[in-house]
């Protein structure tokens, strides 16, 4: 009789899994080729609920998130730990480009100073708090939605949450995978971020027609009306950042109108 490692519970020694919690038993010691074997079977095999629910995500997003909102959590990774892979993989590409390559966010040819600095200070804001940016982000996009379908009962505002975590944590995972090959071959980060940025839209409006099964005259209406409502939001919510901003940082706030006074002239 051998004892589970993880639950501790009892069984034949012959056995390869365990009865009780189903964790596959080890009885070598660990090594490189044993560790690789394990990411591998982990990550790298098609059968991986990971790497099915990424890609399951491109071909019939359809069927990864109404399995978790209908009650079937088996078959894909659920929306929780699948949103805090794709943090994690956000984090891990801010390191790199920050560990090896500073030159492609640095921001020295801007000739303004106060421009630069600024700019800089927007990079590690981003920097910093990226996850956090993520997550709040998430409701808000959750509430334009439920009123862009104001009128199709078909999935309430939780609901919503769940569908875009996994549309930002599958956009963040693939923007990630863009970002880093572009700046292998040395492009620029701005240059990067310009090309990405259309993605959330084009994946967002991909995801909704597919849940929704909307023809593509009626997806275009109904993501025409998700940028007029995200564009009243955004409103508001500048208007209460730069009167957080002006509150908390006057004199900080101040420098900023100022860049952005000069950056408009400059322009002109």
Request: proline share 3%.
């Amino acid at each position: 009789m051998i004892e589970c490692k993880n639950c501790h519970t009892p069984f034949s020694d012959e056995t390869d899994f365990c009865p009780s919690c189903g964790g596959k038993v080890i009885r070598n010691r660990l090594t490189l080729k044993a560790l690789f074997a394990h990411f591998s079977e982990q990550f790298l095999n098609y059968d991986n609920k990971f790497l099915k629910t990424f890609l399951h995500l491109f071909t019939k997003p359809e069927e990864v998130i109404d399995s978790y909102i209908n009650g079937t959590r088996k078959k894909y990774v659920n929306v929780i730990s699948y949103f805090a892979i794709a943090i994690t993989v956000s984090g891990l590409q801010m390191f790199i480009l920050n560990k090896f390559f500073p030159e492609l966010i640095d921001f020295s040819s801007i000739d303004d100073i106060r421009m630069r600095n600024m700019q800089q200070k927007n990079m590690r804001f981003v920097s910093e708090y990226q996850g956090l940016i993520m997550m709040l982000s998430v409701p808000f996009y959750a509430l334009m939605s439920k009123i862009t379908f104001f009128n199709i009962k078909k999935y309430n505002y939780t609901e919503h949450l769940v569908i875009f975590m996994f549309i930002s944590a599958q956009i963040t995972i693939i923007g990630v995978i863009i970002m880093l090959s572009f700046t292998i071959i040395g492009v620029s980060l701005m240059t990067v971020t310009v090309i990405i940025s259309p993605l959330y839209i084009i994946y967002s409006t991909y995801a909704l027609k597919r849940l929704y099964k909307f023809d593509f005259g009626e997806i275009i209406l109904r993501t025409f009306l998700f940028i007029f409502v995200a564009s009243i939001i955004f409103i508001a919510l500048t208007i209460i950042f730069y009167a957080g901003f002006y509150f908390i940082d006057p004199e900080g706030f101040i420098e900023f109108m100022d860049a952005q006074t000069q950056k408009g002239l400059q322009k002109n």
